[in-house]
């Protein structure tokens, strides 16, 4: 029995065939026929010819049924799944990518490896609910203002401490800047703006959330409410002496993008930080400074407007003094202040006692202490005196005077005394 061949068309081929048909049974010209399919004269007459020659098959594309040249051989797809399930297992289609051609010398295209993953179990689809938000256009500068927020996570999974990244992104041009910290707290904060200020120079304001780190969570005091002033941390303070507005957040998606960036880094810096074995802070610093050029390079985007409006810095001396944590004490009648529940013993010839000193805690661990601005030399207390017990020692026998009691003819009992 002879089989015959199978001719398998796609719906928008068989259209083509009936209208080819038609034309060429005269039942409307090629004219017509090209505005019904949406092609032009040429193409028409192109299948016509086809048609006569070949028959149905004429209208069938050429490469139906043929291996593609460009298929990629079981061999390649075998070492693919064979990096992907050993070094790159929780990678997504677009990192493992960059993987294979960075660290492997293997190319392939994002969505066939997409396909081989999914063949191989290596890669699931998720489809994630997009929720409505109000889109808010980006700020139109580079500098005209940097998104920030600090994110506590396992960014060395198990082979290192927990740490935080204090992070920038613009808003206009979204380049980032980042370190790692122990912790998120003012001093972190404030030493990553300084390592952004190195790099970019100073923008016109920061938008930050309502973290108490950024925003202070106490009432003005009476002196700040009769000048009409509120309450700031120590983190709005130090922006605010070097001319860097402070805008606070109503909700982490108001500053999405910095929020979205912690999520691509959980995302691939972990993964990055994994291949190279990297276990602690100081590793992740180090690798930082080499990983966010090329991430920058990747991702960022052009402005609207080409101008840089950062501010160059015109004397680090006034940025590191800004650049601190200021705190009022008072100066104890022995000239002494207290401060971190330390001692501290002044050294100066100016009448303190009584009066408000500045202690100034530096980025780099040190402690400054002023009096309107001038400098104050102290030594640190180390041990406090002991206290003089003013109890008095007990003894072995208490001495009490014993009552006298006068004879029987005693002139006192008698009522007569001696002459």
């Not at 990297?278 to 609207?304: T, W």
Request: net charge positive.
């Amino acid at each position: 029995m002879i089989k015959k061949d199978t001719i398998t068309m796609s719906m928008e081929e068989i259209k083509r065939l009936q209208i080819v048909n038609k034309v060429l049974d005269k039942r409307i010209k090629q004219k017509d026929a090209a505005q019904i399919l949406g092609l032009s004269e040429r193409q028409i007459r192109r299948l016509v010819r086809s048609r006569k020659r070949k028959g149905e098959r004429g209208l069938i594309h050429g490469l139906r049924g043929k291996e593609s040249k460009r298929k990629i051989s079981s061999e390649k797809k075998d070492l693919i799944i064979d990096k992907c399930a050993e070094f790159y297992k929780d990678f997504g289609p677009t990192l493992a990518q960059e993987k294979l051609e960075e660290r492997d010398k293997i190319r392939i295209s994002r969505e066939s490896l997409r396909q081989i993953l999914l063949e191989a179990g290596l890669w699931e689809i998720s489809r994630k609910s997009e929720k409505h938000r109000q889109w808010r256009e980006r700020k139109l500068y580079f500098g005209e203002m940097a998104q920030s927020d600090g994110s506590r996570h396992k960014w060395f999974e198990e082979r290192g401490p927990e740490a935080s990244l204090m992070a920038f992104i613009d808003d206009a041009k979204s380049e980032v800047y980042g370190e790692f910290h122990e912790y998120e707290g003012t001093i972190p904060a404030l030493k990553t703006f300084k390592g952004y200020i190195k790099k970019n120079g100073i923008p016109i304001s920061v938008y930050v959330d309502k973290h108490s780190t950024y925003k202070s969570q106490h009432e003005a005091t009476i002196e700040e409410q009769l000048l009409g002033k509120v309450a700031k941390s120590q983190y709005g303070r130090a922006l605010e002496e070097i001319g860097v507005k402070v805008i606070y957040a109503n909700s982490a998606q108001a500053k999405g993008r910095v929020e979205r960036l912690f999520k691509t880094f959980q995302d691939r810096v972990i993964k990055e930080m994994r291949l190279e074995g990297i276990s602690s802070i100081e590793e992740g610093n180090r690798f930082l400074k080499e990983y966010l050029p090329k991430f920058n390079r990747r991702f960022s985007v052009e402005p609207a407007r080409k101008e840089n409006i950062h501010r160059k810095v015109t004397s680090w001396k006034e940025i590191n003094r800004a650049l601190t944590i200021k705190t009022e004490r008072f100066v104890r009648n022995d000239y002494t202040i207290l401060h971190d529940k330390q001692l501290y013993q002044l050294k100066t010839s100016l009448s303190l006692k009584g009066k408000k000193v500045m202690a100034i805690d530096l980025l780099n661990g040190k402690l400054q202490i002023e009096y309107q601005d001038k400098r104050i030399v102290f030594s640190k207390i180390e041990s406090r005196p002991q206290k003089i017990s003013m109890a008095v020692k007990p003894v072995d026998r208490i001495m009490t005077r014993r009552r006298y009691v006068p004879s029987i003819n005693h002139p006192w009992r008698n009522g007569v005394m001696a002459k």
